[in-house]
């Protein structure tokens, strides 16, 4: 309303000004706009154009002034408040490599979690924090409270981070234990644990309480379920009943993911539709445009004033030759 007020007040002021311009042009009406003494048919019209251009100029950057200083809500800014944790526990373990994943069974398991990762980051959306903990013989964080979802990319695309860790067996419960303690400190229910592994471990020890600060679990399963592959003295597969078991432990839900992504329901409310767009311009392109034009017209007129907007015709009056004679007398 207050840009209505403003284009009004403005208008008003500048047709009352204009009314006063054209009683003192009539005084002048002969020397302004020729023998007839009245100005040309179309700036009659002038009185009304000049006020509504600088109505419209008042109306548009008032409009943009206010919706840049408007406060947002907590939905339309997600900026604001506590943020969201969304940690990546993954499996660097040897059986990772193994070519048993994908909906054609070619990709390798850790080729799959970084797809099934990937997918997650192009919905999921808000005020997020990334992190990245990465587990085998031990668990280690590789990246927390990352702004970017490309440094969790990065993570998964052949860094080799397998070294860092000393050799031996994927002890699954001892390290989901240790990731949770990792996160533990957040704030009450600000943080989503998303495990990613073939369940591939040795006997699995009991699994520790779900923190405060852990608000869901999705434990993901990647690998063939059916199908074993042989490494390191054992047939390794996707064991979906560990899994299950890990996702009960830490009241969270288990998917197979070896050929399917995540379902977008299990992400829960991380996935934030954007409303379809409203037909028409927005408010903020209504405003440019009506400055914009109110400003090209304003700024034409004089230009077409100059030209069309009086009778007069100026010329030259003085012939050339007595010109040359006035040169001659001056030298």
Same mark, same amino acid.
Do not use: K
């Given at each position: 309303m207050?840009?209505?007020?403003?284009?009004?007040?403005?208008?008003?002021?500048?047709?009352?000004?204009?009314?006063?311009?054209?009683? *003192? &042009?009539? @005084?002048v009406g002969r020397l302004a706009f020729g023998p007839g003494g009245l100005p040309r048919p179309w700036t009659r019209a002038l009185p009304v154009i000049r006020p509504a251009?600088?109505? &419209?100029?008042?109306?548009?950057?008032?409009?943009?002034?206010?919706?840049?200083?408007a406060?947002?809500? /907590? =939905?339309?800014?997600? =900026? *604001? =408040?506590?943020?969201?944790?969304? @940690?990546?526990?993954?499996? &660097? /373990?040897? /059986?990772?490599?193994?070519?048993?994943?994908?909906?054609?069974?070619?990709?390798t398991r850790r080729?799959?979690?970084?797809? @099934?990762?990937?997918?997650? &980051?192009?919905?999921? /959306?808000?005020?997020? *924090?990334?992190? @990245?903990? =990465?587990?085998?013989?031990?668990?280690l964080p590789v990246v927390m409270e990352a702004r970017d979802p490309e440094l969790v990319r990065n993570v998964l695309n052949g860094l080799p981070l397998t070294y860092a860790m000393p050799l031996g067996q994927t002890d699954l419960g001892q390290a989901l234990n240790a990731a949770v303690q990792l996160v533990a400190g957040y704030p009450e229910a600000s943080t989503r644990l998303i495990v990613l592994t073939d369940g591939d471990s040795v006997n699995l020890v009991p699994i520790s309480a779900r923190p405060k600060s852990v608000k869901e679990v999705l434990v993901l399963g990647l690998g063939n379920p059916h199908k074993g592959t042989y490494i390191d003295g054992h047939q390794s597969r996707q064991e979906g009943d560990i899994l299950q078991t890990v996702a009960a432990a830490l009241s969270g839900t288990y998917a197979d993911v070896n050929d399917k992504h995540a379902p977008t329901t299990a992400l829960g409310d991380l996935v934030v539709t954007a409303p379809i767009p409203a037909g028409g311009l927005s408010p903020s392109a209504?405003?440019?445009?009506?400055f914009a034009l109110g400003a090209a017209v304003y700024a034409f007129l004089p230009v077409a004033l100059q030209f069309r907007g009086t009778d007069w015709i100026a010329r030259d009056h003085f012939p050339r030759a007595v010109e040359k004679e006035g040169a001659g007398l001056h030298s």
């Open positions: 207050p840009a209505y007020f403003s284009a009004a007040a403005v208008f008003l002021f500048a047709a009352l000004a204009e009314y006063l311009h054209a009683r *003192r &042009l009539r @005084v251009c600088l109505a &419209l100029c008042t109306w548009g950057i008032v409009t943009l002034l206010q919706l840049v200083d406060p947002a809500d /907590s =939905g339309a800014n997600p =900026g *604001r =408040g506590e943020p969201t944790r969304l @940690v990546f526990v993954i499996d &660097l /373990s040897p /059986s990772m490599y193994l070519e048993d994943a994908g909906p054609d069974g070619t990709q080729d799959r979690m970084r797809d @099934v990762v990937d997918s997650i &980051l192009a919905r999921v /959306s808000g005020n997020l *924090r990334f992190g @990245v903990i =990465g587990f085998y013989t031990e668990s209504l405003a440019v445009l009506a």
